[in-house]
């Protein structure tokens, strides 16, 4: 029986759109202390958003101005620089000012080649270029910013809020900024400690991952931390990169069409809201290289580890005539999922009071990954670790994953107008509901090096 599902999708979100225009396009306002000016061209600007590696957006602009003014005025403050970004998407305008660094410019203006001309001269020579990167002013006041003490009766969910909440009230508020706010999805450790010690030495961006590397642990599947403009709000977001249940839990949702290079080439409406959810329609750039079975036999899916806290409570068995140990108490085996034979290959952790950190690296190796590319995306519509259903045709036919969002590259280019999207997400390597088989599917995490080729 053939199925419609992917045409259905992409007739609904083109007439979702009636026409409306999706093109992209941004303004800029080039700043110092005692001067602001009009960036009369912005070239291009190019984000890239590493969920999993990194905390911010690496924002990079190209854009001209007159050679002379950039000579005589804002080279000469270039330590002090800020820019101011204004980005027009479909309706809505979004403005957010950062601290610029630059990058690369003509080397002539560096060497001093121009320095004995006047302005006017050289502003009649024409424009010069300047490539920069946009640095957050939010995360230029947190960066430095430390945590620590010493919380009672806690959980890491207590210490969590409290502290990224505290350090994100206490950045100075500027021009244009948003409201700010933390979003952290629910850890799976619950546990209330009697103690949860934070040394001074750890700062706030880097507190989920002392607390979930160190001694207590905060989700089964790792821990991510990114700083993100959402809704006209800054949130720093805390979640889970590699749960299988990232689904559920996002505020969020993300629905992805594949759909062949040529359809998407001829469409200028490719997304549309449906509730929380986000629906897209991409092509894939690559295949997955997965050997299914295979690939769970050789990367195992189980880990084993010894419990510490264990052996504070009598492991042993004592009978009349000897002591055993109790085996069952000081280890802990956690199986993500069976093989078909049953065959179990299991990681050998350790000893450690944290099962959290050593289930993670268990669900972070039953993964594989795929980009996507989105064309006249809103990227701005994404969060970090969004869940995600993906839908591609194969040679059983259309089957359905659960998924994670790892990464995106964003690029908009101001001559035609169009943002593009390339997007890393990430799916169990043995899942998957297909229209002939039917089947289960799950959400996990991506490799360390899927960001490598940023």
């Given at each position: 029986?053939?199925?419609?599902?992917?045409?259905?999708e992409?007739?609904?979100?083109?007439?979702?759109?009636?026409?409306?225009?999706?093109?992209?396009?941004?303004e800029?306002?080039?700043?110092?202390?005692?001067?602001?000016?009009?960036?009369?061209?912005?070239?291009?600007?190019?984000?890239?958003?590493?969920?999993?590696?990194?905390?911010?957006?690496?924002?990079?602009?190209?854009?001209?101005?007159?050679?002379?003014d950039?000579?005589?005025?804002?080279?000469?403050?270039?330590?002090?620089?800020?820019?101011?970004?204004?980005?027009?998407?479909?309706?809505?305008?979004?403005?957010?000012?950062?601290?610029?660094?630059?990058?690369?410019?003509?080397?002539?203006?560096?060497?001093?080649?121009?320095?004995?001309?006047?302005?006017?001269?050289?502003?009649?020579?024409?424009?010069?270029?300047?490539?920069?990167?946009?640095?957050?002013?939010?995360?230029?006041?947190?960066?430095?910013?430390?945590?620590?003490?010493?919380?009672?009766?806690?959980?890491?969910?207590d210490?969590?809020?409290?502290?990224?909440?505290?350090?994100?009230?206490?950045?100075?508020?500027?021009?244009?900024?948003?409201?700010?706010?933390?979003?952290?999805?629910?850890?799976?450790?619950?546990?209330?400690?009697?103690?949860?010690?934070?040394?001074?030495?750890?700062?706030?961006?880097?507190?989920?991952?002392?607390?979930?590397?160190?001694?207590?642990?905060?989700?089964?599947?790792?821990?991510?931390?990114?700083?993100?403009?959402?809704?006209?709000?800054?949130?720093?977001?805390?979640?889970?990169?590699?749960?299988?249940?990232?689904?559920?839990?996002?505020?969020?949702?993300?629905?992805?069409?594949?759909?062949?290079?040529?359809?998407?080439g001829?469409?200028?409406?490719?997304?549309?809201?449906?509730?929380?959810?986000?629906?897209?329609?991409?092509?894939?750039?690559?295949?997955?290289?997965?050997?299914?079975e295979a690939?769970?036999?050789n990367?195992?899916?189980?880990?084993?580890?010894?419990?510490?806290?264990?052996?504070?409570?009598?492991?042993?068995?004592?009978?009349?005539?000897?002591?055993?140990?109790?085996?069952?108490?000081?280890?802990r085996?956690?199986?993500?999922?069976?093989?078909?034979?049953?065959?179990?290959?299991?990681?050998?952790?350790?000893?450690?009071?944290?099962?959290?950190?050593?289930?993670?690296?268990?669900l972070?190796?039953?993964?594989?990954?795929?980009?996507?590319?989105?064309?006249?995306?809103?990227?701005?519509?994404?969060?970090?670790?969004?869940?995600?259903?993906?839908?591609?045709?194969?040679?059983?036919?259309?089957?359905?994953?659960?998924?994670?969002?790892?990464?995106?590259?964003?690029?908009?280019?101001?001559?035609?107008?169009?943002?593009?999207?390339?997007?890393?997400?990430?799916?169990?390597?043995?899942?998957?509901?297909?229209?002939?088989?039917?089947?289960?599917?799950?959400?996990?995490?991506?490799?360390?090096?899927?960001?490598?080729?940023?």
């Open positions: 029986m053939q199925d419609f599902r992917i045409n259905a992409v007739l609904a979100i083109t007439a979702a759109a009636g026409g409306q225009d999706m093109g992209s396009r941004y800029g306002v080039v700043h110092t202390k005692s001067d602001d000016a009009f960036i009369q061209t912005i070239e291009y600007v190019d984000i890239k958003r590493d969920y999993n590696s990194n905390v911010s957006d690496v924002t990079t602009v190209s854009f001209l101005m007159p050679l002379g950039w000579v005589h005025g804002f080279f000469k403050e270039r330590d002090n620089l800020e820019i101011t970004l204004t980005a027009h998407t479909v309706g809505k305008v979004v403005k957010q000012r950062f601290k610029l660094l630059v990058m690369k410019m003509d080397p002539g203006i560096e060497q001093g080649h121009y320095d004995d001309v006047d302005i006017q001269t050289l502003n009649k020579k024409g424009m010069t270029n300047i490539i920069g990167q946009c640095l957050s002013k939010t995360i230029e006041g947190i960066r430095d910013t430390t945590v620590y003490g010493v919380f009672k009766d806690a959980t890491v969910a210490v969590l809020n409290g502290q990224l909440t505290k350090a994100m009230n206490g950045i100075a508020m500027f021009d244009f900024s948003f409201k700010r706010n933390v979003d952290i999805i629910s850890p799976n450790n619950s546990r209330k400690y009697e103690h949860i010690l934070v040394p001074d030495t750890v700062h706030a961006l880097d507190l989920p991952s002392f607390l979930h590397h160190g001694s207590y642990g905060v989700y089964n599947g790792g821990v991510g931390t990114y700083v993100q403009v959402v809704d006209d709000e800054e949130k720093l977001f805390v979640y889970p990169l590699y749960r299988k249940d990232m689904l559920r839990h996002t505020k969020k949702k993300l629905q992805i069409t594949a759909v062949s290079a040529a359809t998407t001829s469409l200028d409406c490719t997304y549309g809201m449906d509730g929380d959810m986000l629906k897209i329609l991409v092509s894939a750039l690559n295949e997955s290289t997965s050997k299914g690939d769970l036999k990367k195992g899916s189980g880990v084993t580890y010894t419990d510490t806290e264990a052996l504070l409570t009598r492991p042993v068995k004592v009978s009349e005539t000897k002591v055993e140990t109790k085996k069952d108490n000081l280890k085996t956690f199986v993500h999922k069976d093989t078909k034979d049953k065959s179990l290959k299991k990681e050998q952790y350790g000893v450690t009071t944290n099962g959290y950190n050593a289930r993670s690296s268990v972070k190796s039953d993964s594989k990954f795929i980009q996507v590319q989105w064309n006249f995306s809103n990227a701005r519509l994404l969060i970090p670790a969004m869940g995600l259903t993906y839908m591609v045709e194969e040679k059983d036919g259309i089957v359905t994953y659960d998924g994670v969002l790892q990464a995106v590259h964003i690029t908009t280019d101001n001559n035609s107008k169009m943002e593009v999207a390339v997007l890393f997400i990430a799916i169990e390597l043995n899942s998957g509901s297909s229209t002939q088989t039917g089947g289960a599917s799950g959400v996990t995490g991506i490799i360390d090096k899927v960001m490598s080729i940023f």
